[in-house]
């Protein structure tokens, strides 16, 4: 088998511990070398300076959790790192033990039988970790509110029944008037502003609930915690949009695709970037992202076609764009999932839209371009006269007779 590194390392990677084993080979002879650290930094440093003095220059590890970060993030700039999937380098059974873990990356490594994960630079996962934990505290927020609504209906309060939302500014300043004591159904409707003031008599009936002593406790927690998680939401969406100021061109073009907002559009840049170049094509960053049939084969039968497992944030956010992109009017986006679904419901429907979503971002991030959509039309203008044909049976089965001919130009 072909040596492709003769001296390189593997890293059996834990919470508390790492264990290195180093492969060198001279000529025919090969030895190898098994040592284990702590995780803590001054013991990763010391992993660096002994893998740095037996000449390393490749180290391959597993992505294991989040433990393999500390580690990659010290040693990155004094080694090539190799991040492998775990899938891809399982043990023989019964023989596993951490050194044994590690000498087995090792000698993949060394004759090249492992295949490299994508790691974007240093600022980039800065700016991964910010929006992803924006979205955790969205998810957050959205428990605080759907328990807030809860509490509401156990004391009879149908605001959520005449008000669109339970946080908002008009439902905000009633939940803060019957804390603060005030119970007059006709006082507290006259609370609504814009719209909603057309509604004062629905709000009058909705007040009519009671709201007792731990539901004002409940009432108040949740606001608060509403109000706090809010408060870090503006927070770190400010620290990303100065982190994204020199891609304010590019996140305008996302802007653009039906579904894509601003978030969103933040969302792919941190977790993809703006340099395609990694990704051969367009079909590898679908897969890469989970937004593609699984394959599952076997004795010539499809035994199953789930998506694969891919990057949850992007895959979570391209979902969140297609499933408001069906709902945008005029856009050929809304045609594709409208066309889908009828055929193979609406999550496999999604799951489409989503691909031609992320499929419009590749190509319009590596040419430089905009958003060019082909419109409601596209599949209708594909073959007229198939399209003619079709619509001519569906009137004949009606009991009429149909003669067909080209207007004029």
Not at 358 to 373: C, E, F, N, P, V
């Amino acid at each position: 088998m072909e040596l492709l590194y003769e001296r390189c390392a593997g890293l059996d990677v834990h919470k508390r511990s790492v264990t290195a084993c180093v492969w060198l080979s001279t000529g025919r002879s090969t030895t190898h070398q098994t040592r284990t650290f702590s995780t803590m930094t001054d013991d990763l440093l010391a992993l660096g300076d002994w893998l740095a003095s037996l000449g390393v220059q490749q180290v391959a590890m597993e992505s294991t959790g989040v433990y393999w970060r500390p580690v990659y993030q010290l040693l990155e700039e004094r080694f090539a790192l190799w991040l492998v999937n775990a899938q891809h380098v399982k043990a023989v059974p019964g023989r596993k033990t951490d050194a044994n873990d590690a000498q087995w990356l090792g000698d993949l490594l060394r004759h090249g039988l492992v295949r490299r994960s994508f790691v974007p630079p240093l600022p980039q996962r800065e700016l991964r970790e910010l929006t992803r934990h924006r979205t955790s505290l969205v998810g957050k927020r959205t428990q605080a509110a759907n328990e807030l609504q809860k509490v509401l209906e156990g004391t009879n309060l149908k605001l959520a029944s005449v008000v669109s939302h339970v946080t908002g500014v008009s439902a905000r300043a009633i939940l803060d008037a019957l804390l603060a004591g005030q119970g007059d159904p006709a006082v507290l409707a006259e609370l609504a502003q814009g719209r909603l003031r057309r509604k004062r008599a629905e709000l009058q009936r909705a007040l009519q609930g009671t709201l007792r002593s731990h539901h004002r406790l409940l009432v108040a927690q949740l606001l608060a915690e509403l109000d706090f998680l809010e408060e870090q939401i503006t927070e770190v969406s400010a620290e990303i949009a100065q982190r994204l100021l020199p891609q304010q061109a590019t996140l305008a073009r996302l802007d653009d695709i039906p579904g894509v907002n601003q978030r969103i559009g933040e969302i792919v840049l941190a977790e993809v970037g703006e340099d395609m170049s990694r990704f051969p094509s367009a079909p590898h960053l679908i897969a890469w992202a989970g937004v593609c049939p699984g394959n599952d084969q076997s004795g010539g039968r499809q035994r199953s076609s789930r998506v694969r497992p891919g990057n949850r944030a992007l895959k979570t956010a391209l979902v969140e764009a297609a499933h408001a992109a069906a709902h945008t009017k005029g856009s050929y986006l809304r045609v594709l999932y409208q066309r889908l679904a009828r055929r193979r419901g609406p999550g496999r429907a999604l799951i489409a839209v989503a691909r031609s979503i992320l499929t419009a971002i590749y190509h319009m991030l590596k040419r430089g371009t905009g958003w060019q959509d082909l419109g409601p039309l596209y599949f209708e203008q594909r073959d007229p006269a198939r399209l003619a044909a079709r619509l001519r049976r569906r009137l004949e089965k009606l009991g009429f007779q149909v003669t067909l001919s080209a207007a004029p130009v």
